[in-house]
């Protein structure tokens, strides 16, 4: 604990004495203003590539047009501060900043809205678009300048104090600053469970939204929160060089800064550090060569992308970075003073549902344009029961699961969950109601650990917001130290304690079933829906599985309905069993009878009356 | 009434060429998921080598434009060979910055070599525009359409009927199955790349006939209204680039014409976005479910 | 490992750019901003072109009062806060003490800005934005102004009697926006009715739908304040489409003979030129022989000659201080020219502005210039 301490309290240090060292030479003179205006350029650009990095990186969402939030903040501080000129300029900066980010961040929502609902390369060439709209409407109003732009904006370099000098270190200071606060804040809110929730959305859309993370409202909110920085980042622009264009603010510029958040390792922040500071600074290093500056530029990144695709750090961040945390965690405990006891999660009561059914399905049925994929289901699933369905491959099993839980949403037909209703409901919030499943796929956040998946699904069994995990208040520190125990004690049910904080990839295809089944039963399910779980497993594994299976049930009073072509675990744990066919149930029971079912057999075999006739056409 | 079909013809003509590099944009697009920035630079490329065909060398107009496709093709393969198939199993935003790199590397050499003047493209039509009543109909509008639709066909009953084109199609549904298949993969990606680079080659020409300055930025503007084209008709279908790049050049001839020439590009995004609200997957694109 | 070593290499490369410059030697170092590489730089390259010439010119004279001349390149890639950067580096780590340039407007005001912090000397070629020289007492340029030029554009188009006219300009560039702004103001005192405005954007190349549109109009004439480049391709899209009128453009069209394929067109553009090249003033004769040895063809943008001026006032002012490396006097000294240049005799105005005359030119179908009169500025 003290070493601890002792780390963090050293780098705090040794950031405000960088700080100190360079404002002094500044304030001396006796850093040239060039290299001055070189850091204050390197400081706004690694506010612009962390903020990106927010939303290309964190949510990985390509967004092609983020010189357009610059620009709104841009220009919006300067043309405060220029209808400000009797107010001291400390104070109407201030004001421009704030104001620009803010008009930045409500872009970002609007822009956010439609585009987030698409995906990929569409969601890039929408943002492309937007960032085109914003220079062109700038292009053509009064009020920004039209095409000439906004000129002699007081500049923090004369007048942030009476002497130039001193103004000059101040402006240093004021960019330096606001560059640590958006890192730490990135940095923070990235370990906290808003972070992990975004980091979710990017490894696997649908897993977390199944695990209960409510995923437009974090796609939204990692948006707005990089344009809000990006906003900022322009203000600062604004009044570093004291002229705006419409035409800096272009698609080129966007690109610029992707690049820098690229290069650096998309989602690494240190990394967006990195690369800023050497793509700021290189090409003034290399004017010598200005005719092949730009030939080295693109030849370097080509190289950088085929021999180092994932960027410098890739999605990593350096140990300062721990150190950082570890800074907001020494400075949360010196001020509360005493460790908070660990908060441990909701846990709902389910002991009354003892001998009642907890999941009913009645009359469900689904079509997809003329394709009827299922109709008229009816099943239901008692406390605590193991049930089974099966049917040959197209029958409609996923179908089923998938309505029930929220992603297809059914035409007919009603879901009751623990006495309640849950058609028409949203997926994350139906995860959050007690039903959770495995995929058919394996769909595990693949570049976070192990245990880093099993938080996730903690996730909306923690309340406490973003500014507490940013500040790392007291709630935040007993909630996560909460979750951390339950994480584990799931972990040690499946013996996964010593791959705890492996990267989930590299597990072996058994363990990560079973890490998927894991972090399903983080929610508190009440109905555990497993889609196939013994795909790929040979025989031992198999009973392995069926063993695992029945503790799951007996431990966590977990009603379970699975989905599985494999008879022998099937016959073997299930206690009953519902066949489909065609998107119908055909058949209900014990193993045993449906083993003896002759419509079952028929279907499995593949000769249906249906068939038959179709070949005797021919 | 006049107006507006010059208008519309105006729109047709950018449309055509726009759908010609559009169709580039897509096939590749299609088959490695790659947004190749450097399309466009292959148009510039191809207006160099015509340049330097005509000026340098000495040679016909026509030999020129065939050494600028086989160049480009050439280049178009080479390219996907050494900048593109390393990064194959890489994260799809590596391909994109490297793309967006080649450009780049593309642009500036060209501005070493040839400096950043423009020069006046040699090949021109001189046959006058047919007079229709005050609706002017030039010799190359009309060129381009043809060609632009004739190479549309073409190209789209290669790729249904014959053994490659159906390998190409087998490849963007499904690379790894088509590689068990036994289809050569490389060489239909690299038969892709030079598809689609003797396309851009063959609408350099029309595009710089039309438009006659040829400077090292000349495929950055193309370049990006194709691939919006692309996109807008559904990326990856052919008959979506053609849909895309009419339906762009004629709605920003109609904006620029009717509504603003001041906030044209702004109109012509606009409808993009709205139309991929509507359809996200393009005009023509089937929405693609994820298997859940 | 790689990621550490990496970062260590990183951090070198960064600090490697603290490594002071070689120590000054014995001569008089002036810097140069300018669009270099990137959009415009055909216009970067001729600015530095013609400051080439002239400095070749006075250093096979001795110098500057026997001291030669170095002049340190930069380029601002067309952004004003690289332009900016280079301009601290070349007066605080190369020991510049003088700034000739930049060349696009965005980035002449930012250094403009900078230069005006400091007092330091800067005299731009080709940045015809007014707002450039206000309130800056050591800034100047050897370049009309663009609101001087469109006036006087309007006032000629009226001398010729035409009363209709149509404007296409290009609605991103503030130096064709303000151009047509002032032609549209003083078209409204000669009473010359602007019937279609159309603009473009940027890096447009087609512009058959706006010429489509001017041609309904049924103008006499069309103003175009075009760069050269763009200029060849409307003319040739509006001869395709049947438009057929006069053209009158700015001192950007001067680069459009390069550029056109169909050189007969080029007799109906009339523009405003910085000087002609038949121009017959023993300063124009030794810049254009100085020009055509060095580069073995005729200059083709009209700032090149501008820019042999603009070196040719500065190192005249700094040839006529005691320290070429005091501010004040070197800036009183340029305030003080009166100087017979390439583009005509120079003295500068309340404003830092040149007092000088704009020659109107015209082409004949091969494409060669052809002066038609010049038109002095209201004194």
């Known amino acids: 604990m003290r070493n601890r301490r002792n780390a963090s309290l050293l780098n705090f240090f040794s950031l405000f004495i960088i700080f100190i060292i360079l404002f002094s030479f500044i304030r001396s003179g006796q850093m040239n203003n060039y290299y001055s205006n070189i850091l204050v350029t390197v400081g706004i650009s690694i506010i612009m590539a962390v903020s990106l990095n927010i939303t290309s990186g964190l949510l990985g969402q390509l967004a092609l047009g983020h010189a357009g939030f610059m620009s709104v903040g841009a220009y919006t501080a300067g043309i405060i501060t220029k209808s400000l000129p009797d107010m001291p300029f400390a104070f109407s900066l201030a004001i421009a900043l704030l104001a620009g980010g803010i008009l930045a961040a409500l872009f970002g929502f609007l822009i956010g809205m439609p585009a987030l609902r698409l995906k990929g390369d569409y969601l890039a060439i929408v943002t492309l678009g937007f960032g085109e709209i914003i220079r062109v409407v700038v292009e053509n109003l009064n009020i920004t300048g039209g095409a000439a732009g906004l000129s002699r904006i007081t500049r923090m370099s004369r007048a942030l104090a009476v002497d130039k000098k001193m103004s000059a270190a101040i402006q240093f200071g004021v960019v330096f600053w606001l560059m640590v606060i958006v890192v730490t804040i990135t940095f923070t809110l990235g370990r906290s469970r808003h972070g992990r929730a975004i980091l979710s959305i990017r490894e696997n859309e649908i897993a977390s939204e199944a695990a209960g993370i409510p995923t ?19 203000g600062l622009y604004a009044h570093q060089i004291g002229l705006l264009t419409p035409r800096h603010f272009d698609f080129n510029r966007s690109i610029e800064y992707l690049v820098m958040v690229v290069l650096g390792g998309m989602g690494s922040i240190t990394g967006s550090i990195v690369s800023s500071a050497i793509l700021v600074s290189l090409p003034e290093f290399l004017r010598g060569f200005a005719d092949w500056r730009m030939v080295i530029y693109s030849l370097t990144l080509i190289l950088m992308m085929i021999f180092r ?157 973003p500014l507490s995990g940013i500040t790392r208040a007291s709630r935040y520190d007993s909630e996560e130290r909460g ?68 503790r799951i049930r007996t431990r966590f009073s977990v009603a379970i309905l699975l989905i599985e072509h494999d008879m022998s675990l099937v016959m073997g744990i299930c206690e009953r069993i519902y066949v489909l066919n065609y998107g119908h149930v055909i058949a209900e029971g014990t193993p045993e009878e449906i083993a003896s079912n002759e419509e079952v057999i028929t279907a499995y075999l593949g000769m249906s009356n249906k068939d038959n006739k179709e070949d005797k056409a021919c | 009434m006049t107006l507006f079909l010059s208008q519309l013809l105006n729109g047709i003509h950018v449309g055509s060429i726009y759908a010609l590099i559009a169709l580039g944009y897509t096939m590749v697009y299609g088959i490695v998921q790659l947004i190749n920035f450097a399309h466009g630079d292959i148009l510039m490329l191809s207006a160099y080598l015509v340049v330097v065909g005509i000026t340098k060398l000495g040679l016909s107009p026509a030999l020129s434009v065939l050494l600028s496709i086989v160049v480009a093709v050439v280049f178009g393969v080479i390219l996907e060979r050494v900048a593109y198939r390393p990064l194959r199993s890489s994260p799809r935003i590596s391909s994109l910055i490297t793309a967006i790199g080649v450009s780049m590397l593309m642009q500036n050499v060209a501005q070493l070599i040839f400096s950043p003047n423009p020069i006046p493209y040699p090949i021109t039509l001189s046959v006058p525009a047919l007079n229709l009543g005050g609706l002017y109909l030039s010799f190359t509008t009309i060129l381009t359409v043809v060609l632009s639709v004739g190479l549309m066909f073409l190209l789209q009953i290669f790729v ?55 400077a090292p930025t000349l495929g950055s503007l193309p370049g990006i209204k194709a691939f919006i084209a692309a996109v807008l008709g559904g990326i990856g279908l052919i008959p979506g680039a053609m849909l895309g790049g009419f339906i762009l050049g004629i709605a920003e001839s109609l904006a620029k014409a009717y509504i603003s020439s001041r906030m044209s590009d702004a109109i012509v995004y606009g409808i993009l976005i709205i139309v991929l609200l509507f359809k996200p997957a393009g005009l023509l694109g089937t929405k693609t479910r994820e298997k859940v | 490992m790689k990621k550490f070593v990496a970062i260590i290499l990183s951090c070198v490369m960064m600090l490697s750019i603290f490594i002071p410059t070689a120590t000054a030697e014995e001569n008089i170092k002036v810097g140069f901003i300018g669009v270099l590489t990137g959009r415009g730089s055909q216009y970067g390259e001729g600015v530095k072109k013609g400051i080439e010439v ?158 489509t549109n001017i041609k309904n109009a049924v103008p006499e004439a069309v103003f175009l304040p075009y760069y050269g480049e763009a200029a060849a391709l409307i003319l040739t899209q509006a001869n395709e489409i049947g438009l057929d009128v006069k053209y009158y453009g700015g001192d950007g069209i001067s680069n459009i003979v390069k550029a056109i394929t169909d050189k007969s067109l080029l007799t109906n553009m009339v523009y405003t030129d910085h000087f002609s090249n038949s121009e017959t003033n023993e300063q ?86 052809i002066f038609i009169e010049s038109f002095a500025p209201a004194q």
């Open chain 1, 216 to 234: 437009t409202y974090y796609k939204l909110f990692a948006f707005t929160l990089g344009a809000f920085f990006a906003g900022i980042a322009g």
């Open chain 1, 483 to 550: 979750i951390d125990i339950r994480a584990r004690e799931l972990l040690h049910v499946f013996d996964m304690d010593d791959v705890a904080d492996e990267n989930a990839a590299s597990l072996p295809y058994g363990m990560q079933r079973k890490l998927e089944i894991c972090r399903a039963l983080a929610t508190n399910p009440k109905v555990l829906l497993l889609d196939e779980p013994a795909a790929g497993m040979n025989p031992t594994e198999t009973a392995e599985l069926m063993d695992t299976i029945r």
């Open chain 2, 160 to 214: 249904s009927s014959t053994k490659a084109g159906k390998a190409m199609r087998a490849v963007s549904e499904d690379t790894g199955t088509a590689l068990l298949m036994g289809i050569h993969v490389n060489r239909i990606i690299s038969l892709t790349f030079a598809i689609g680079s003797g396309l851009a080659a063959i609408g350099s020409l029309l595009y710089c006939i039309a438009y006659p300055s040829v």
């Open chain 3, 284 to 369: 124009a004769l030794t810049f254009l022989a100085a020009y055509r040895k060095k580069f073995g063809q005729e200059p083709d943008i009209s700032f090149i000659a501008t820019a042999y001026d603009a070196a040719r006032v500065l190192f005249d002012a700094m040839g006529k201080v005691e320290d070429p490396s005091d501010y004040e006097a070197v800036t009183a000294a340029i305030k003080a020219t009166d100087l017979e240049c390439v583009t005509g005799r120079i003295t500068f105005d309340e404003h830092n502005d040149p007092i000088k005359s704009v020659f109107f030119t015209t082409f004949n179908a091969e494409g060669k210039q």
């Open chain 3, 54 to 211: 002239y400095v070749d010119l006075i250093n096979e004279q001795g110098g500057i009062n026997g001291v030669p001349v170095k002049v340190i390149y930069e380029d601002s890639q067309g952004d004003a806060s690289k332009g900016v950067l280079a301009a601290q580096k070349l007066i605080g780590l190369d020991g510049c003490v003088a700034i000739l340039g930049p060349v696009i407007t965005p980035v002449c005001k930012a250094v403009a800005e900078y230069c005006n912090d400091e007092g330091i000397p800067m005299i731009t070629a080709s940045g015809t934005d007014y707002e450039i020289t206000t309130g800056r007492p050591s800034v100047f340029r050897t370049c009309f102004l663009d609101p001087f030029q469109a006036t006087v554009i309007a006032q000629y188009i009226a001398a010729q009697g035409i009363t209709k006219v149509a404007a296409l300009y290009d609605q991103g560039n503030p130096y064709s926006k303000g151009l047509y702004d002032a032609f549209k103001a003083e078209c409204e005192n000669q009473g010359v009715e602007i019937l279609a405005t159309e603009s473009g954007s940027g890096d447009d190349v087609d512009f058959k739908a706006q010429l």
């Open chain 1, 309 to 465: 695709p994932s960027g410098l750090l890739g999605t990593k961040e350096f140990s300062l970075s721990k150190t950082v945390h570890k800074i907001q965690k020494f400075l949360a405990k010196k001020f509360v003073r005493k460790e908070r006891k660990p908060k441990l999660p909701f846990v709902p009561n389910y002991d009354v549902w003892e001998g009642k059914p907890v999941l009913t399905v009645e009359n469900l049925g689904i079509r997809f344009g003329g394709l009827v994929a299922a109709e008229n289901i009816n099943l239901h699933v008692m406390n605590d029961e193991i049930v089974g369905l099966i049917g040959p491959n197209g029958a409609g099993k996923t179908t089923v699961f998938n309505m029930l839980q929220g992603v297809y949403v059914p035409t007919c037909g009603s879901i009751t969950l623990l006495g309640k209703d849950i058609v028409g409901k949203s997926t994350y919030e139906i995860a959050s109601s007690g039903i959770a499943r495995t995929f058919q796929n394996i769909r595990l956040f693949k570049s976070m650990t192990v245990l880093e998946n099993v938080k996730v699904a903690f996730h909306t069994r923690m309340t406490y917001s």
